[in-house]
């Protein structure tokens, strides 16, 4: 079992920058990957970024690339997403995940999600 706790969400000013943070535990050496998503009011959940979390290989939607920047600190288990440049269209419920070994494109695992809001 991995467990992921997420802090960091709040409200922000059109333009401004937020830090996601996601903190794995228990058998975090079974990680292959691990991603962020979100689901705004209405929509369905969408990928956001996802790092491979051994050698650090990233990917992003292109609706953030350029603005959002995905990281990992392997001592300390923990996953973050740097938010810069936000805009309205980016508020939602931001959610870590991670993906064991063996388990194929399916994450297994969910942060409780981080209530992020953009004000205009």
């Known amino acids: 079992q991995v467990q992921l706790v997420e802090s960091g969400g709040g409200l922000v000013q059109a333009g401004g920058s937020l830090r996601l943070s996601c903190a794995a535990a228990?058998?975090?050496?079974?990680?292959?990957?691990m991603g962020w998503f979100r689901q705004a009011p209405g929509k369905e959940r969408e990928f956001v970024a996802a790092?491979?979390?051994?050698?650090?290989?990233?990917s992003y939607a292109d609706s953030v690339k350029g603005r959002f920047t995905i990281s990992r600190d392997n001592a300390k288990n923990t996953m973050y997403l740097e938010m810069n440049s936000l805009k309205s269209e980016d508020t939602a419920v931001y959610y870590c995940?991670?993906?064991?070994?063996?388990?194929?494109?399916?994450?297994?695992?969910w942060g409780q999600g981080s209530q992020v809001t953009v004000s205009s």
């Open positions: 228990g058998r975090t050496f079974s990680i292959n990957t």
């Open positions: 995940a991670a993906r064991v070994y063996g388990a194929g494109t399916e994450y297994n695992y």
């Open positions: 790092i491979k979390w051994m050698i650090g290989g990233t």
